[in-house]
């Protein structure tokens, strides 16, 4: 079960830190052109959100590896389920279901399982 918990935890940490830095990175409008959900949101609010993913990502790996409050490793899986959550009810609000809301679903159900099995 550990080898498949950090296979998971592997998993989900490159995809949350690769797209949380391209939030971080790139300006609001060329991102407009792939990811229609950001004009929902201001250019601040898109960097705080890809910060949480960045930060969830070190969250899944580096307190285990370090040894250095491995609690948090539960509790940052825990974070990317309530982030996948608000991820969730955008693409429903806006009737973008399949494929967004599906691969929400899929990351939220991956994160939670993290959770469950870390803690």
Do not use: C, Y
């Amino acid at each position: 079960m550990n080898i498949i918990l950090w296979v998971v935890q592997g998993i989900l940490a490159g995809m949350f830190l690769m797209v949380g830095m391209m939030k971080l990175m790139q300006p609001k409008e060329k991102m407009a052109e792939k990811m229609g959900w950001v004009e929902d949101f201001s250019q601040a609010q898109i960097r705080g959100i890809g910060a949480l993913e960045v930060m969830g990502s070190m969250g899944l790996i580096l307190p285990m590896v370090t040894g250095i409050l491995p609690i948090l490793t539960p509790l940052a899986a825990l974070g990317l389920v309530l982030n996948m959550v608000g991820a969730f009810i955008t693409h429903l609000r806006r009737k973008e279901f399949i494929p967004m809301g599906v691969m929400n679903l899929m990351l939220m159900a991956m994160a939670a399982f993290v959770a469950f099995g870390r803690f």
